[in-house]
């Protein structure tokens, strides 16, 4: 057990992996990302996907980030 990573000192191995090898990732959407992609799209002038699932919202976020240079 020595070798796995420990989340206390490690805690952004989850963060950062593929939204596309989320197990629960064509789950709908939290109520969190809907909030918060409802803003980045109202500052980014883009249309309001509401139907997305939790890994196209995620993908979504970060490109919206991009581009409203919030992901900076």
Same mark, same amino acid.
């Not at 980014?44 to 993908?59: R, V, Y």
């Given at each position: %057990? ?14 950062? !992996? ?8 064509? $789950?709908? %959407?939290?109520?969190?990302? =809907? ?7 109202? $500052? ?9 699932? !939790?890994?196209? =919202?995620? !993908? ?5 980030? $991009? !581009? ?5």
């Amino acid at each position: %057990m020595a070798n796995t990573p420990d989340p206390k000192t490690e805690p952004f191995s989850n963060a950062e !992996k593929d939204p596309d090898d989320w197990t629960t990732g064509d $789950e709908p %959407m939290t109520g969190a990302q =809907a909030s918060y992609l409802k803003t980045l799209s109202e $500052e980014a002038g883009e249309p309001f996907e509401d139907s997305l699932n !939790k890994a196209d =919202a995620s !993908k979504r976020i970060d490109a919206l980030q $991009e !581009k409203t240079g919030r992901g900076t």
